[in-house]
């Protein structure tokens, strides 16, 4: 654990900082499809990510899923800073894309780290600015883009985060990400590999379109 952390984070914080991270931060790890935290769960820890991806979910009145974005080795998430800071609960689901190894981090820190460590700091100020330029690029896909269009780059922005152009999911897992019906994503999804975008096997879509 200790070197996968120093190797993601160790060239962003100071010595002082990484030795307090290493600790109080809890390792947990997790498998592909792991629920992490919920909506209306109360937020306790902070996660840092070590390897894998998550994906950061939000849902509606029906119940019904929308992907806002993924996170990678590297980065946190800025609705759990927000949740933290103002001492409420979650606003957002997040689920492992992939088998996924996490430094989970008491939440009083946060405020603590925040004044004490410049570095902190700005960790924390360029992972809301890059989690926003994802919330604005979600909302950009969903308002301009053609649903075909819009599968494809789901499907990209998965092999992306995965580092795989094989992408290991079903028809009905890409219609909860889309919040659309898995009827359209079969259809699409044979449009695509008709243009030679992917090739499809069983649970599986190669990303020839990369």
Known sequence: MTTKFQQNYGYLFEQELLDEIEAVGIYKKVGQGDLLMDIGQPITMMP?????????LRE???G???????LETGDSCAMTFSCCM?????EIR?????DTELLMIPVGKMEVWMGKYKS???FILDSYHTRMLELLDTVDTIAF??????LLKHLQDKAMVNH???VQTTHQEIADDLNTSRVVVSRLLKKLENEGKIAMNRNQIKVLAL
Not at 64 to 70: A, G, K, P, V
Not at 86 to 90: E, F, H, L, P, T
Request: overall charge negative.
């Open 94 to 98: 997040a689920v492992a894309e992939s």
């Open 120 to 122: 902190w700091q700005q």
């Open 145 to 150: 883009m053609k649903m075909d269009q819009r």
């Open 86 to 90: 103002g001492k409420r609960i979650s």
């Open 48 to 56: 840092l990510l070590l390897t894998g991806a998550i994906k950061i």
């Open 164 to 166: 795989d152009e094989l």
């Open 60 to 62: 509606d009145d029906k």
């Open 64 to 70: 019904d899923e929308l992907l806002l974005y993924f």
